[in-house]
């Protein structure tokens, strides 16, 4: 296997390449979470470019669970990306997954890649669950970048590669998108979307067109959310708990600015259960609570299903009650808060 730290940011692009020698690959598949969000798709975009280029010939595919997210598709109006809808895993040499770091994020498909027992790249900047590691032929995975298009973006300068206006203008929405239009930007966020800027990059129009009106559905499921609730006090924090049947990341936000710090939002669906968590950057500071790490994650291995994400906004898929779901992330919670 190969694999690498973060902080070989050099020998990151040379890793890459030696991998890509020790076999003729001809055919990848790169997959993107369910639902796949403007960082994963786009990221995923260029990273089929820099593949090409870095082995002439070979034919990559990109494939997104359940189709691009509702955001993806409106920023593909401007940013064309080509999915195939039936992806030939078998016919494929070389598996990618982008911005995925659990099996679980690729509902079916994940228990298909773990079988075909296929060389695996990740390209990631979530916290990676252990199974998926133990999967990884090569980790392209960065912790501290703030998106899966840092990354990709980084790799491809490396390597030389000329990006086109749309393929800049796909990763100035994928890394907009994913820090929140640059709330959570670090400084080398800000020294990469200036490069891509001066790739003909009109701001204020590329902002523009991430605007996307509130669905009903969505306006409802936030109200139901607040309607449920329920508030745990943890010392100086608050907590707040809720369920609705869809939207349960979109409702966590909501309920984060409704005033709590943390908040914990499942729903079931077809048997199976998703629980999003989300808070606020100064109760990840203060307390050190990793949503991803230390809490996502372990409520997946309780409960047989797969959990990850960052420090402030995370996601758990598995089975069982969703009560006892939502029970043992909040007592998981507070036991580290003390």
């Given at each position: 296997?190969?694999?690498?730290?973060?902080?070989?940011?050099?020998?990151?692009?040379?890793?890459?390449?030696?991998?890509?020698?020790?076999?003729?690959?001809?055919?990848?598949?790169?997959?993107?979470?369910?639902?796949?969000?403007?960082?994963?798709?786009?990221?995923?975009?260029?990273?089929?470019?820099?593949?090409?280029?870095?082995?002439?010939?070979?034919?990559?595919?990109?494939?997104?669970?359940?189709?691009?997210?509702?955001?993806?598709?409106?920023?593909?109006?401007?940013?064309?990306?080509?999915?195939?809808?039936?992806?030939?895993?078998?016919?494929?040499?070389?598996?990618?997954?982008?911005?995925?770091s659990t099996m679980g994020q690729l509902d079916e498909?994940?228990?298909?890649?773990?079988?075909?027992?296929?060389?695996?790249?990740?390209?990631?900047?979530?916290?990676?669950?252990?199974?998926?590691?133990?999967?990884?032929?090569?980790?392209?995975?960065?912790?501290?970048?703030?998106?899966?298009?840092?990354?990709?973006?980084?790799?491809?300068?490396?390597?030389?590669?000329?990006?086109?206006?749309?393929?800049?203008?796909?990763?100035?929405?994928?890394?907009?998108?994913?820090?929140?239009?640059?709330?959570?930007?670090?400084?080398?966020?800000?020294?990469?979307?200036?490069?891509?800027?001066?790739?003909?990059?009109?701001?204020?129009?590329?902002?523009?067109?991430?605007?996307?009106?509130?669905?009903?559905?969505?306006?409802?499921?936030?109200?139901?959310?607040?309607?449920?609730?329920?508030?745990?006090?943890?010392?100086?924090?608050?907590?707040?708990?809720?369920?609705?049947?869809?939207?349960?990341?979109?409702?966590?936000?909501?309920?984060?600015?409704?005033?709590?710090?943390?908040?914990?939002?499942?729903?079931?669906?077809?048997?199976?259960?998703?629980?999003?968590?989300?808070?606020?950057?100064?109760?990840?500071?203060?307390?050190?609570?990793?949503?991803?790490?230390?809490?996502?994650?372990?409520?997946?291995?309780?409960?047989?299903?797969?959990?990850?994400?960052?420090?402030?906004?995370?996601?758990?898929?598995?089975?069982?009650?969703?009560?006892?779901?939502?029970?043992?992330?909040?007592?998981?919670?507070?036991?580290?808060?003390?």
């Open positions: 296997m190969f694999s690498f730290l973060a902080k070989q940011k050099v020998l990151r692009l040379k890793v890459l390449k030696i991998f890509l020698r020790r076999k003729f690959f001809q055919r990848a598949l790169i997959l993107c979470h369910h639902n796949a969000d403007p960082d994963a798709l786009f990221a995923s975009f260029v990273f089929s470019k820099l593949l090409r280029r870095l082995r002439p010939g070979l034919r990559a595919d990109i494939f997104a669970v359940q189709g691009p997210s509702d955001m993806s598709k409106l920023l593909m109006k401007h940013v064309p990306v080509k999915l195939v809808d039936f992806p030939k895993l078998k016919e494929a040499d070389l598996l990618v997954l982008v911005d995925t498909w994940g228990a298909k890649v773990e079988r075909s027992g296929k060389p695996l790249i990740l390209v990631d900047h979530h916290t990676v669950h252990p199974n998926t590691r133990k999967l990884a032929s090569l980790m392209l995975v960065d912790g501290k970048a703030k998106s899966a298009c840092e990354i990709v973006y980084r790799l491809c300068r490396q390597a030389g590669l000329r990006l086109s206006k749309k393929e800049a203008l796909g990763l100035f929405f994928g890394i907009a998108y994913e820090t929140k239009a640059f709330r959570y930007a670090t400084a080398q966020t800000f020294r990469i979307l200036a490069e891509l800027v001066g790739k003909g990059i009109h701001v204020e129009k590329a902002l523009a067109a991430m605007y996307k009106p509130m669905s009903r559905s969505e306006r409802i499921a936030r109200l139901k959310a607040a309607e449920r609730l329920q508030i745990h006090k943890l010392n100086e924090w608050l907590l707040a708990v809720s369920n609705v049947n869809s939207h349960q990341a979109s409702a966590a936000r909501g309920l984060l600015t409704l005033g709590c710090h943390v908040a914990v939002v499942g729903g079931e669906k077809k048997g199976q259960v998703r629980v999003s968590l989300r808070s606020t950057p100064d109760f990840y500071e203060e307390t050190g609570i990793h949503l991803g790490r230390d809490v996502a994650m372990m409520v997946g291995e309780v409960f047989s299903g797969t959990g990850g994400g960052h420090p402030t906004s995370a996601g758990v898929n598995c089975q069982g009650d969703l009560n006892q779901i939502l029970f043992e992330a909040v007592k998981l919670i507070k036991a580290q808060v003390g």
